[in-house]
């Protein structure tokens, strides 16, 4: 079969124009369902529509990223093309407008990546643009009865090198196939403008119905606002509206009449204006606290079902993730109405991404060849005008990494004319040229700052740097999600909240793209690059999201909504004065209840509601605690830690979650002059504040003896304490291997530190101390630790003071730091069950904890595992003040920290699970890996960006380390 269209440049032939999705009360006749289906004219068979031919059966997945899985050849592609057919007969309905004049169009909302349809025998054209919807006008050759589609799917096209877009190549009619009837004459398209004016309150309404085909008799109707079948061109002034918003996203009900047609559309009134260099809507800056959203289920691929659109949206809201950006082309439209309804922020990118020519030098790029304008202009007519409607649209978004040229410089001049009122964002547009928006992705802290103060470095031309210095900053991209991270979310945060020109960010990504597998004994795994065999694939790379593939929240998105909540408190001692900051950009705080608790070492003592007055945006309120303070802390003799937890809860109902649903805690520490070190969650929240905990302070050495009888040691567990050895190194997580060849891991790796023997120098006891000194170092390298363990028992207790410190001149590990600095001790795996008081629930590290409150927690082991797509580093649970290891009756370990120690426990060594390509291949061996750290390096997200920042790096260095060790008997019953 020869199909010259495959690799045309053009968009494709014979789709009519592109125009807005609509409600409309014509008959429409989905065509989803079971497909006839044969892939390279293999034997027929059965296929659902929408769905992607790989993910059933046919063909496989393979994943790249910036790689092209063919030949840079453009607009050529390889004879080995895999070419799917599919038919289907479907009975017209019997009052379907057929015959004479009669107008129905055939719908296709995705096909990926090529396409020609015929109807009846008759070909109706052929299309490019897999996530772009196209229409064919087929009324003239529907016949009442029995009527059959035919459509030929091509994996690879023209199209294919405009749709590099980093994630599974996938194929097939992966959205909705609709038969639509249009009246004669019939309302097909219109562009809807309402704006609102923020010194008045009132609104203005007009609606361009113009165009070919569009009937004179339009009439429009706003019943809540009193317009009664009035001319849609207006522009009609009304008084006082409320404005849409992604916090409050008001809408009213409309209808657009013909004699022929009902059209019901729901119209958000809001106005968008840079200010200063400042992103404005309805009047007041706005912040965008957004994700990337890549459409994704672990089993349909990116056929999406409404279901998984809006449960994205409902994660989303509850996590206080206010936009969205649709990376790298429009969503399913069912999402955009979801966006307007619960109210989201949207940059609605363009079906766009031409990578793969970077890796050519950007030899022969689409983007500057004339013979790709008409492509790309298609795609970007089809973006803007089938969502054009949608108030929750903020940006059109050009698409992403497709290089700089003539190309993109003509979308945007035609998005512009187009559209006057929404900015044009494209980030491969360094200069800014043609576009709205300064763009960066994965700029590091310094210079997000830079940019903030208006002071990074100028460009060329005077001109242009000019200009993009009088436009709104976002990072389209940042806080890498891949793996256990982002670690720095709280820097980022605060330099979003601190620079009026920085409108906010988008972390890359929002889901991990893992494929659902099941091992033949039923265990449910991800897979990833490579997983199909591919012989080019970028891994594991796909797994870089907030939320696991079936959607659970990984710890990364904890953190985030933790950083991110509009709701601040503050706590002043001196004043005995709680307040909260209002940090939303419209609404007040009136929808929420505001709670306290008191714990003494994570014990309830008290808790109460807190009253804060009327808080508009970005306004403070204080409320004096001096009477809680007084009942509750402050006595000196008081030997307990006093943590006063302070909540905001949704007061009502929200559409997207249940009264009660926690918006934002704090901490405080109520007697922390009393306590060495209670590191808390916030320690994190400050760019310079060094939290560096390798030079800790050296401890007393007294042991405080328990007033139960001195506790016996099992013989076992005693040996199994005190053979606690210096532990370095730690499974790398996917940030530490980075996107280079200088990752940290590499560097960890070459250094040796996954591989450190030891020697002991020297054992003595005197006066009850047995010192070991050891010197721990890799084979074949002159680098080494000095580790001094003292172990003393006291009634029972065991009391180990580590200290380490470099051999030899700390100069010769460079700028290496440690993965860790700790003891690993091998327990037995009856003990299953933990219990702490520390920062939890949660797994936390040292540049992402915000989330992690100081309380009194309690898992299993298993539990306490983090499931990343790709083992690595995880469940670290940090500043403990002690920790219990418990076997099914009670029995096991108790360790406290001097003042405070991390942990992670698990039931296989960091070599395996740094080995293993997936969770299900890891198991157990038989001991349980107990790591008692001091301190470890930071997360970082270096996978695809900067690594942590210098106050979070664990570098060499003298360091001391104290902990008791008990064992935890079971009282006898009396
Ligand atoms: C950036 C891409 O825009 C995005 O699609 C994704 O691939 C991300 O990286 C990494 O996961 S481009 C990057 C090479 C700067």
């Known amino acids: 079969m020869s199909f010259a269209y495959v690799v045309d440049p053009g968009p494709g032939v014979g789709a009519r124009p592109p125009r807005t999705t609509a409600d409309s009360d014509a008959p429409s006749l989905s065509l989803n369902g079971l497909w006839e289906f044969r892939l390279d004219q293999g034997p027929w068979t059965e296929l659902p529509v929408p769905a992607h031919w790989q993910l059933h059966g046919h063909g496989s997945p393979a994943y790249t990223n910036v790689s092209y899985p063919f030949p840079i050849d453009p607009p050529f592609v390889p004879d080995e093309n895999p070419t799917g057919e599919y038919r289907r007969t479907f009975q017209l309905p019997a009052d379907w407008p057929v015959g004479d004049g009669a107008v129905s169009v055939l719908r296709f909302d995705g096909v990926d990546s090529c396409f020609a349809v015929r109807?009846?025998?008759?070909?109706?054209?052929?299309?490019?643009?897999?996530?772009?919807?196209?229409?064919?006008?087929?009324?003239?050759?529907?016949?009442?009865?029995?009527?059959?589609?035919?459509?030929?799917?091509?994996?690879?096209?023209?199209?294919?090198?405009?749709?590099?877009?980093?994630?599974?190549?996938?194929?097939?009619?992966?959205?909705?196939?609709?038969?639509?009837?249009?009246?004669?004459?019939?309302?097909?398209?219109?562009?809807?403008?309402?704006?609102?004016?923020?010194?008045?309150?009132?609104?203005?309404?007009?609606?361009?119905?113009?165009?070919?085909?569009?009937?004179?008799?339009?009439?429009?109707?706003?019943?809540?606002?009193?317009?009664?079948?009035?001319?849609?061109?207006?522009?009609?002034?009304?008084?006082?509206?409320?404005?849409?918003?992604?916090?409050?996203?008001?809408?009213?009900?409309?209808?657009?009449?013909?004699?022929?047609?009902?059209?019901?559309?729901?119209?958000?009134?809001?106005?968008?204006?840079?200010v200063d260099g400042v992103l404005t809507v309805n009047g007041a800056p706005i912040t965008l606290r957004g994700v990337n959203r890549h459409e994704w289920h672990p089993e349909h691929g990116r056929a999406l079902d409404h279901a998984t659109m809006l449960r994205d949206v409902l994660l989303m809201k509850r996590h206080h993730v206010n936009a969205v950006r649709t990376s790298h082309y429009p969503p399913h439209p069912a999402f955009l109405e979801l966006c307007d309804e619960y109210g989201l922020w949207v940059v609605d990118e363009c079906d766009l991404e031409t990578h793969g020519f970077e890796q050519v030098g950007w030899r022969r790029n689409p983007s500057d060849d004339p013979r790709w304008q008409e492509a790309m202009l298609d795609r970007m007519r089809r973006t803007v005008e089938r969502d054009k409607n949608h108030p929750s649209v903020l940006f059109w978004s050009l698409g992403n990494e497709a290089g700089t040229g003539r190309n993109l410089a003509a979308m945007a001049q035609w998005c512009r004319s187009r559209d006057p009122e929404r900015p044009i964002h494209y980030e491969g547009d360094r200069d800014s040229g043609y576009v709205d928006v300064y763009s960066r992705m994965y700029a590091n802290h310094a210079e997000v700052d830079a940019i903030g103060r208006r002071e990074e470095p100028p460009t060329d031309d005077p001109a242009l740097d000019a200009h993009r210095r009088s436009v709104p900053f976002v990072l389209c991209e940042y806080a890498h999600a891949m793996g256990n991270g982002p670690g720095g979310l709280s820097e980022y945060q605060r330099l979003i909240d601190m620079y009026p020109r920085v409108a906010g960010g988008f972390v890359w990504e929002w889901i991990d793209h893992g494929i659902a597998r099941t091992t033949p004994d039923g265990r449910r795994w991800y897979a990833y690059g490579g997983d199909f065999g591919e012989p080019l694939h970028d891994g594991n790379f796909i797994a870089d999201g907030l939320v696991f593939p079936d959607r659970t929240p990984s710890p990364g998105l904890i953190e985030f909504a933790k950083v991110i909540t509009p709701i601040r408190f503050d706590l002043d001692l001196t004043l005995s004065a709680i307040s909260v900051t209002n940090r939303y950009d419209f609404r007040s705080l009136d929808h929420l209840a505001f709670g306290w608790s008191l714990e003494r070492d994570g014990q309830p003592v008290a808790s109460g509601t807190l009253d804060f007055p009327e808080t508009v945006a970005g306004d403070t309120s204080t409320l004096p605690i001096e009477e809680l303070l007084a009942t509750v802390g402050g006595d000196p003799a008081d030997d307990g830690e006093l943590w006063l937890t302070v909540t905001a809860r949704l007061a009502q109902d929200q559409p997207w979650a249940d009264a009660g649903h926690e918006m934002a805690w704090a901490q405080f520490p109520l007697n922390a002059g009393r306590f060495p070190a209670p590191v808390t969650s916030q320690a994190s929240t400050s760019v310079s504040a060094p939290v560096s905990r390798s030079m800790s302070a050296p401890v007393s050495t007294s042991i405080t003896p328990m007033s139960t009888p001195a506790p016996t040691w099992p013989a076992g567990l005693r040996d199994a304490v005190t053979a606690a050895r210096l532990d370095v190194w730690r499974a790398p997580t996917?940030?530490?291997r980075g996107c280079g060849t200088r990752s940290l891991a590499l560097r960890w790796e070459q250094a040796g530190l996954h591989r450190m023997g030891h020697r002991t120098i020297d054992d003595s006891t005197e006066s009850g101390v047995r010192t070991v000194r050891t010197r721990v170092a890799p084979a074949a390298s002159d680098l080494g630790l000095l580790a001094t363990y003292r172990w003393r028992e006291t009634d029972g207790v065991l009391r180990l003071d580590l200290a380490v410190e470099p051999d030899g001149d700390p100069a010769r590990w460079g700028d290496l730091t440690l993965p860790r600095l700790g003891l690993h001790l091998a327990l037995p795996t009856s003990l299953t069950q933990v219990a702490w008081f520390g920062l939890g629930p949660g797994e936390s590290y040292r540049d992402s904890r915000a989330a992690a409150r100081i309380g009194r927690w309690s898992l299993s082991v298993t539990e306490l595992q983090t499931p990343y797509v790709r083992p690595q580093e995880n469940g670290n649970r940090s500043a403990a003040r002690w920790a219990e290891f418990t076997d099914a009756q009670g029995r096991g370990l108790r360790v406290e920290g001097l003042p405070t120690f991390d942990f992670a426990a698990r039931p296989w060594s960091d070599a395996a699970l740094a080995a293993a390509p997936h969770p299900h291949e890891l198991t157990p061996d038989g001991v349980l890996h107990l790591h008692l750290d001091l301190a470890h390096d930071g997360l970082g997200t270096a996978s695809c960006g900067p690594g942590a920042l210098p106050e979070h790096r664990l570098r060499p260095g003298k360091a001391e380390f104290s902990l008791l060790f008990r064992p935890v008997v079971v009282a006898s019953p009396s």
Do not use: C
């Open 734 to 736: 996917d940030n530490d």
């Open 119 to 274: 109807l009846n025998g008759t070909p109706l054209g052929h299309a490019k643009g897999s996530r772009l919807a196209h229409e064919f006008e087929v009324g003239a050759l529907l016949r009442p009865g029995a009527n059959t589609v035919e459509v030929v799917v091509h994996q690879w096209s023209s199209g294919s090198y405009l749709e590099d877009q980093d994630m599974w190549w996938l194929s097939g009619i992966f959205r909705d196939v609709t038969l639509l009837a249009r009246p004669e004459p019939a309302l097909d398209d219109f562009f809807v403008h309402a704006g609102w004016d923020h010194t008045t309150g009132s609104g203005t309404l007009a609606i361009e119905t113009a165009g070919p085909g569009v009937p004179p008799d339009v009439r429009l109707s706003v019943p809540e606002l009193g317009l009664h079948d009035v001319d849609p061109a207006g522009p009609h002034l009304i008084g006082q509206v409320e404005p849409w918003s992604a916090e409050s996203p008001r809408r009213y009900d409309a209808v657009l009449r013909t004699d022929r047609e009902t059209v019901r559309l729901r119209i958000g009134f809001r106005s968008i204006a840079v």
